[in-house]
């Protein structure tokens, strides 16, 4: 039997039950339960999970009601793996539908779906000592395990058009909690993926990362690190994001400076450079960065400091030949500028809008579904057409 390394964890006893509350760490008694929505939060921003386990310690934290954006992309989520439970059965597949509640009991449930050998099982939950949670999908495969002679790996809907590495954690997740059951690891997992692909992954090849990843989060709530809010990728849906934004205001952070990298803030820090204040004023060298990047820098944090207290101001670079305003070409008589907005999220993608200035105003082609996104380009092109018979010499900026 394949057991999942599980390293010693002190629990702090006042943590008590919270239920699952948007996916967020929770407990079971007197014990953290790691979810993979938490290790995936984990990888992305350890801070992430500070704030987590501080706001269940009861520190006074109020995080951010979930974005329109990210209710959006829960729905769409919610949505595509509806449709491909229809899909399977459809197909004819047998479907055990496990109906998501107590995940103790929903685990009991199912391991009885799995040794009666169904083709798939909705919602499967595992609960094994630390880990626990639900998978999407569990799939037959006929490949002999402790169940008979087969066996189930792991497929996730994912509204993405690609797999992301943090899927590789919940899947590996699942399927060494499946292994448990089974008695044999899985040989692969699978991402259905927004457009209609599967990804298949062989997760021998991803095994060790994510279980070191899971270690590492178990060693991290023993024994905590020090973390600060650094903006990354996760910021944009993330429940802190309002605390951290405060945080980095109060604080004056470099890392409110536009562009910054991890590794320049290290550098600034380490020459005793910890506000943006400080940059703003700074005159010198940087050790480790190069000086024009060392310029740049100092100059972006000097017109960001000064529009806190006043109009927004900008500075002129000096000129170089063969760059910046020399690479356009000559302003033209019926020059065109030209934008296009896009919604990701609608069915199949929508360009909702094509903008162009023109003769010192601004013509608008909105579309709001499909037969008007197409109807919409037609006007557009027309409109370039006319215009570039009319000025042969105008260019369209984009
Ligand atoms: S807002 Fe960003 S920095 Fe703050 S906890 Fe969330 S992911 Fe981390």
Known sequence: MLRIRVTPVEVIPSWVALGNQGGQVRTIGNTILFSATDLMRFVGCAHATALDLAYMRGEPLTPR??????????????????AHLEKLKDAGNGVVEIARGDLAQNADETRAALAQGSQIIFQGAFLAERWGGWSDFLERVERPSLLGPFSYEVTDTKLKRKAHPKHVLQLVLYSDLLAEIQGVMPEHAHVQLGDGTRATLRLADYAHYARGARAKLEVFVASPEPTRPI????????????????????????FQVANVTRGQVKKLEASGIETMAALARHDGPVRGVASATAEKLVGQARLQHARKT??????????????????????????????IEGDPHYEGGLEYLHGVWADDSFHAFWAHDHAAEAQALERLLAFFRDRLTAYPEARIYH
């Open 65 to 82: 009601e979930d974005t329109e954006d990210a209710a959006l992309l829960q729905k769409q989520g919610d949505a595509h793996e509806a």
């Open 231 to 254: 903006p990354c990728a996760d910021c944009s849906l993330c429940r802190w994001a309002d605390h951290c934004d405060a945080v980095l205001t109060s604080q004056d952070s470099l």
């Open 310 to 339: 006043g109009e927004p101001a900008f500075e002129l670079r000096p000129a170089q030949p063969g760059k910046g305003f020399d690479l356009l070409p000559r302003p033209q008589a019926g020059d065109l500028f030209y934008d």
